[in-house]
């Protein structure tokens, strides 16, 4: 098993910044593949930003590009999604997850993600 948790959340104003932080505890032997999904009151959880093992190669919704930008550091066990120029649509609860092995370049998909976070919630006002 792999345990996550997510910080960093809060209140901000549209255009400002917030840096989220998923800590990884448990089976991290090696690396994993991460992603980050939001999911807002009402509407279905949907993809954010992924990052392969090593960190090389990142996925973006066309929603956030330009403005958000997922990093880790896999000698502290942790993902970041750095969270620029932020607008109120960017409310939800944030989630990070493990990409379970064997799934390629799925990262957009909700099912190629084995172990998820408790979720950290953003609140973005206008």
């Known amino acids: 098993q792999v345990q996550l948790v997510e910080s960093g959340g809060g209140l901000v104003q549209a255009g400002g910044s917030l840096r989220l932080s998923c800590a990884a505890s448990g089976r991290t032997s090696s690396s994993y593949s991460m992603g980050w999904f939001r999911q807002a009151p009402g509407k279905e959880r949907e993809f954010v930003a992924g990052?392969?093992?090593?960190?090389?190669?990142?996925y973006y919704a066309d929603s956030v590009k330009g403005r958000f930008t997922i990093s880790r550091d896999n000698a502290k066990n942790t993902v970041y999604l750095q969270m620029n120029s932020v607008k109120p649509e960017d409310t939800a609860v944030y989630y990070c997850?493990?990409?379970?092995?064997?799934?390629?370049?799925?990262?957009?998909?909700?099912?190629?993600?084995?172990?998820w976070g408790p979720g950290t919630q953003v609140t973005v006002s206008s």
């Open positions: 990052i392969s093992r090593s960190g090389g190669t990142t």
């Open positions: 997850a493990v990409k379970r092995l064997g799934a390629g370049d799925s990262y957009y998909y909700q099912n190629a993600y084995v172990y």
